[in-house]
């Protein structure tokens, strides 16, 4: 199966994996979620080794592949981008050798979203060729909007932000109890 054909189960099977799971998924290497003139962007954390891109999407958590919301994927015989430690790419970017595949809709206030990369050498793991981002959409009272990101750490719980929602991840004391969180699960220590 070639690795064009396989993007849409890798990013089902992720968000999935995000959405349903009881702790964060193991081995998923984590993008850091910035604003970017006022869009969301995905960063490579420091120290993270360089990625050759093959896909790059934003999605809801249920959402299918290609997403509705927005996602680009690297074209036959095209020169893969190679994202840098610290370097960035914004929802809605156009790139060199790069198709927009889905519908490419607006992004919604209050709503949860993943924004994953995937690299380009097939031979891996799937857990290895996917980095993951969560993020919320958070308003503000002058109709700014803020992306606020999941934080997940290494015990497998989850810095909450204020607009998010329970997405399977322990809460951890750092954040918010999110909306959703099984009552009979008990609350994160202080």
Partial sequence: MRLSASLPLIVTLCASGVALAQDAPIGLPTLIIKDVKGLPAACLPSGEAPVEMQGVGVGTLEGDWPSKEWAIV?????????LKAGECVTYRQTLPGYKQVGAD????????????????NSSLHWTDR????????????????????????????A?????????????????????????TTRQPDD
Wanted: glycine share 12%; hydrophobic share 30%.
């Fill in 74 to 82: 690297l074209q036959d015989h095209a020169k893969p981008i190679v």
């Fill in 105 to 120: 809709q607006p992004l919604e206030v209050g709503e949860t979203y993943a924004f994953s990369i995937v690299r380009t």
């Fill in 130 to 157: 996917l980095h993951l981002g969560v993020f919320c959409i958070d308003q503000q009272p002058g109709g700014s909007r803020r992306y606020l990101p999941y934080v997940q750490h290494d015990d497998g719980s």
């Fill in 159 to 183: 810095a909450y932000p204020s607009c998010g929602r329970y997405i399977g991840w322990k809460p951890a004391a750092d954040g918010i109890v999110p909306s959703g969180y099984p009552s």
